[in-house]
């Protein structure tokens, strides 16, 4: 009977260590994996939301270009100082010559 009880603990204690060295390696697996799937998510959030500021910023440089054409295009002009009494009227300068009237009926 001892020889029986011999084996079936040799056989138990083969079978843990089996289990042991089985799950000793799994387990690692498996946790790299997780953590190699969320950065993988983490990095795909991080991409959609780089590539949707880099078209943001790529719209603004185009209505940027745009404006900056029209300036060049503005100063090329044979009007130039048309432009320049215009945005110095808009700001509220005025000739040596002229006098300025205000409107003070509106003002209550």
């Not at 079978?15 to 998510?41: C, E, R, T």
Request: glycine share 2%; net charge positive; hydrophobic share 35%.
């Amino acid at each position: 009977m001892k020889n029986k009880n011999v084996k079936k603990s040799k056989s138990v204690t083969s079978q843990s260590k089996f289990l042991f060295k089985k799950y000793f390696f799994v387990i690692p697996i498996v946790v790299v994996s997780l953590f190699s799937a969320g950065i993988l998510i983490s990095q795909s959030a991080n991409l959609s939301r780089l590539e949707k500021q880099k078209a943001d910023y790529e719209m603004q440089l185009s209505e940027q270009i745009n404006v900056n054409k029209q300036l060049e295009a503005q100063l090329k002009s044979d009007n130039q100082d048309a432009y320049i009494e215009k945005k110095a009227r808009e700001k509220g300068y005025v000739k040596s010559n002229e006098i300025v009237f205000y409107d003070v009926s509106s003002c209550k």
